[in-house]
């Protein structure tokens, strides 16, 4: 027997942000917090994207914010945007999809989406 949909799409959602937290999330947070004015940043994405998803009728959960991650993805790369190492980037030049990113990143974490 299959699992229903909706669990389904809660695991799809919840092993795409922990992909996207290994990807930038956790180098992007930690910047953050050694950071205050990149914090500061990262928090006004965050109240953009809850701003978002609350004007959608949608709740700040694991498959609203995937389906978020993967929208603004999907803008980057028709844009042309890859995103960078962030293992040597200077935080201070983040661009605002990967700012966008790492904001979702932290809603994830605060509401304990994993």
Known sequence: MS???SAVDLESA??????LMAQVGVDGLVAAI??????AVVDQHA????????????PVDAV????????????????GYAVPDVTTLDWSRADWYLLRLVAIC?????GDCF
């Open 106 to 110: 932290a809603l994830a974490d605060a």
């Open 3 to 5: 699992e229903p949909s």
């Open 14 to 19: 919840q092993s795409a942000l922990d992909q």
């Open 34 to 39: 050694q950071r205050p004015g990149l914090l």
């Open 64 to 79: 609203s914010l995937a389906r978020y991650a993967t929208l603004v993805t999907s803008i980057a790369h028709r844009s």
């Open 47 to 58: 109240a953009a994207v809850r701003d978002s998803l609350a004007s959608a009728g949608r």
